[in-house]
T-cell receptor
């Protein structure tokens, strides 16, 4: 089983709908992240959490919200989806005890907003 | 602020050809540098890393050297294989308040022909 699991893997929805992407991890890491991947733009950070009580906005947080339900779970919500939120979304974790910031990724959730 | 610039793709090579993917960075501190690889339909995974100047990261025949004087971290492989076809991301991780934040380049797609 994957150490970082994302659900759903694929989702097609309509403009205005509420969508939640879920992430769970078995690595025991405190730090979790949500990134968005668009062609030619690399990965951009949406939100990150360094522990259960800590939530921080990344560079493109507008239109998104997150919830850190437990150390192992970090969900991303789109309250009212719009077509330019069509993208591949990745959850990632990192270990505060490693001094390099190496990230461990889930397999991605492909979201299409019509 | 910090930034990462990598060469645009796609890069198309024949099997056993030499590969170079250029990456340069801008950072105010002393970041760690990474190359991540994304195979088709998968999430990103760490390929190699270097945590300080003049360090050389290596894995699976790939190498990159942390050059502070030229702010570069170019990825090289002496003889590519079809199985190396993927998207390669250069990334920088810098310690921030509470932990690390990672910035990615736009990605370079590599096609290797048999």
């Amino acid at each position: 089983d994957a150490d970082v699991t994302q659900t759903p893997r694929n989702r097609i929805t309509k403009t205005g709908k509420r969508i939640m992407l879920e992430c769970s991890q078995t690595k025991g890491h405190d730090r979790m992240y949500w990134y968005r991947q668009d062609p030619g733009l690399g990965l951009r950070l949406i939100y990150y959490s360094f522990d259960v009580k800590d939530i921080n906005k990344g560079e493109i947080s507008d239109g998104y919200s997150v919830s850190r339900q437990a150390q192992a779970k970090f969900s991303l919500s789109l309250e009212s989806a719009i077509p330019n939120q069509t993208a591949l979304y990745f959850c990632a974790t990192s270990d505060e005890n490693r001094e390099t910031g190496e990230l461990f990724f889930g397999e991605g959730s492909r979201l299409t907003v019509l | 602020g910090n930034s990462v610039t990598q060469m645009e793709g796609p890069v198309t090579l024949s099997e056993e050809a030499f590969l170079t993917i250029n990456c340069t960075y801008t950072a105010t501190g002393y970041p760690s540098l990474f190359w991540y690889v994304q195979y088709p339909g998968e999430g990103l995974q760490l390929l190699l890393k270097a945590t300080k100047a003049d360090d050389k990261g290596s894995n699976k025949g790939f190498e990159a050297t942390y050059r502070k004087e030229t702010t570069s971290f170019h990825l090289e492989k002496g003889s590519v294989q079809v199985s190396d076809s993927a998207v390669y991301f250069c990334a920088l991780s810098d310690r921030n308040t509470g932990g690390f934040k990672t910035i990615f380049g736009a990605g370079t797609r590599l096609f290797v022909k048999a």
